[in-house]
């Protein structure tokens, strides 16, 4: 029974694993979007495109930089150089331009890509639409819109501004012979990763509702660079567009399209960060909602496509300011803002217990001081409570096995009996008796068992997701628990261990059911191969666990007697 709950239990998790990381459909390429162009979708246009919510055509290119104003327009309030203005927070260095009032740059200084440079957050123009360059505004007249992003706003601020002590707000302005005028104010806290912007646009005397893009996102080379790897899993998530509404958040796929509601918060995200529009916690004003997909070519011969997402926002009717945060998906970063965005993390159905683990897996590591040596103790932390569990489990087992003798005799007398032979109710009531006589329980093998399940997929769902151990150092050669090992070995290690484990465990099963248990630590050792390590080393600690409570129960449970003849 005991052996048959493991094998069920051993399948299933093998069964999840493999589907999600290499069954899954991938995601495909937006609609009417060859791979290597990227051609904005409805509701999120370029510049060129028509009124919100038309298609613009695919352009040969990846590139389709921002069109100059359909017609020449007498500038009445603006500058005549395009120039960058750079804001320095303690988190984030954020560069604006005055061609449109946008954001060219959003660096998180924590946080590095793959040349261990601070991440920039924003694609390099060159890899994807610059027309959907982030605050680009979209508004129904699309000479209008045209205009309102290629335009050279005036600012009164220099060049570089220092939020590193307190708020900053940076101001831009523009206004032409036709009386179109476009106001942009974008304050920064000194921590955190949220910009505020106020944004003002008149046409004469009529008052415009602008929708507010952000373009094309996000350049994390840790999503990109794990989807062009046979071995690499899709635990890795390139960028796609979410919503937050009735308290769930949806994840809406590459598609292209357009959702409408009080969302708490709408945009995009990949595996570790998120470019969103925030609404108000208390009363989530109506929104809509535009996004789509981009795939672009890889940056080198070996590389992956480049997978990208954008979004607008558009509110019913003007908002005095919008907030938007783009940043990690960090547990603490998120829990600050409301706890609500921990939703944004992807833990899936064991969200409920991840978010605790990782909790305890943070207050870990504020002893130990290595994200590695942090999960190694938060494992025997975990199997240490669980100790008395997975104990009756194996005093059970044990129990089992020693009746065996006697159940395979019970058998063998109602051996020539169909199942459907009224015969066999005695056999089953003959094997009761034999329980009630031993003291034995088989669901105590195993119910404590199944007690330890969640845990197993919840650390699971904890380590894959967790952006704290991206980019953190283990060992000599684990530079990235994030990432597969390199060399392989803990994934062997962790299958030796299993092996291990499995011919030590005590079993009542035949022959057949025990060789297909030894199956098990192989495949589970060429699954792991791609998987972070950080998970791997989790598994690991686990069997070593298993394997040491197996030999301490052994030295207190001698093992039972060998029938004689």
């Known amino acids: 029974m005991e052996r048959r709950v493991l094998i069920a239990i051993s399948l299933s998790f093998l069964v999840l694993f493999a589907y999600q990381n290499y069954f899954a459909p991938p995601a495909p390429p937006p609609a009417d979007s060859p791979a290597g162009a990227a051609a904005p979708a409805a509701g999120v246009s370029a510049p060129q495109a028509g009124a919100a919510g038309s298609q613009a055509p695919a352009p040969s290119t990846p590139v389709a930089p921002a069109a100059p104003p359909a017609a020449a327009s007498t500038v009445v309030t603006g500058e005549s150089d395009e120039r960058d203005i750079t804001v320095e927070t303690r988190t984030v260095r954020a560069v604006f331009t005055n061609r449109g009032a946008r954001l060219r740059h959003w660096v998180l200084k924590q946080y590095q890509n793959e040349a261990g440079q601070p991440l920039d957050l924003v694609p390099a123009p060159e890899n994807v639409n610059e027309a959907l360059t982030p605050f680009s505004l979209r508004l129904e007249d699309p000479d209008q819109t045209s205009r309102v992003n290629g335009a050279l706003y005036r600012s009164a601020s220099p060049a570089t501004l220092d939020a590193t002590s307190q708020a900053?707000?940076?101001s831009f302005e523009w206004q032409d012979a036709q009386g179109l005028r476009?106001?942009?104010?974008?304050?920064?806290?000194?921590?955190?990763?949220?910009?505020?912007?106020?944004?003002?646009?008149?046409?004469?005397?009529?008052l415009l509702n602008p929708a507010i893009d952000w373009g094309p996102g996000l350049d994390d080379d840790n999503a990109h660079a794990a989807q062009g790897s046979f071995l690499a899993p899709s635990?890795?998530?390139?960028?796609?567009?979410?919503?937050h509404q009735d308290n769930a958040v949806k994840r809406l796929g590459p598609a292209a399209g357009t959702q409408n509601g009080s969302f708490l918060y709408a945009g995009i995200d990949d595996h570790y960060f998120a470019a969103l529009a925030l609404n108000d916690p208390d009363q989530p004003a109506p929104m809509q909602f535009d996004h789509t997909s981009f795939v672009v070519p890889p940056k080198a011969p070996d590389a992956p496509p480049g997978r990208y997402a954008a979004f607008g926002v558009k509110f019913q009717a003007p908002q005095a300011t919008q907030r938007f945060y783009f940043g990690p998906k960090a547990l603490d970063d998120l829990k600050a803002i409301n706890t609500e965005m921990v939703r944004v993390i992807n833990f899936g159905i064991f969200a409920w217990l991840a978010v605790p683990l990782l909790d305890a897996l943070k207050w870990v590591h504020q002893y130990v001081g290595n994200w590695g040596w942090a999960i190694v103790a938060l494992t025997l932390l975990i199997n240490l409570a669980m100790f008395p569990l997975r104990q009756k489990s194996v005093k059970s087992m044990r129990k089992m096995q020693e009746i065996q003798p006697q159940m395979k005799a019970i058998q063998a007398r109602y051996a020539q009996y169909k199942i459907t032979d009224p015969q066999r109710q005695k056999m089953n009531e003959e094997v009761m008796a034999l329980y009630k006589e031993k003291g034995v329980n088989p669901a105590s093998g195993c119910v404590p068992m199944l007690l330890t399940f969640p845990f197993l997929f919840a650390f699971y769902a904890m380590l894959s997701q967790a952006i704290e151990i991206r980019g953190a150092e283990f060992l000599g050669w684990i530079v990235d628990l994030s990432r597969p090992d390199p060399l392989y070995i803990t994934p062997l290690l962790m299958g030796a261990t299993m092996f291990w484990q499995q011919?030590?465990?005590p079993t009542s099963?035949?022959?057949?059911?025990?060789?297909v248990m030894m199956?098990?630590?192989?495949?589970?050792?060429?699954?792991?191969l791609a998987y972070p390590s950080g998970l791997v080393i989790y598994w690991t600690i686990s069997n070593l666990w298993a394997i040491g409570q197996q030999y301490l129960t052994m030295?207190?449970?001698?093992?039972?007697?060998?029938a004689k003849g």
Request: without cysteine.
């Open 168 to 170: 900053v707000t940076l």
């Open 182 to 206: 476009v106001g942009k104010t974008f304050t920064l806290q000194p921590d955190g990763y949220i910009v505020s912007v106020a944004v003002t646009a008149q046409a004469g005397s009529q």
């Open 235 to 243: 635990y890795s998530t390139p960028a796609q567009a979410i919503v």
């Open 503 to 505: 011919k030590i465990m």
């Open 509 to 515: 099963a035949d022959p057949v059911q025990q060789r």
């Open 519 to 528: 199956i098990m630590p192989i495949m589970f050792t060429f699954m792991f």
């Open 555 to 562: 030295s207190l449970m001698p093992p039972p007697a060998k």
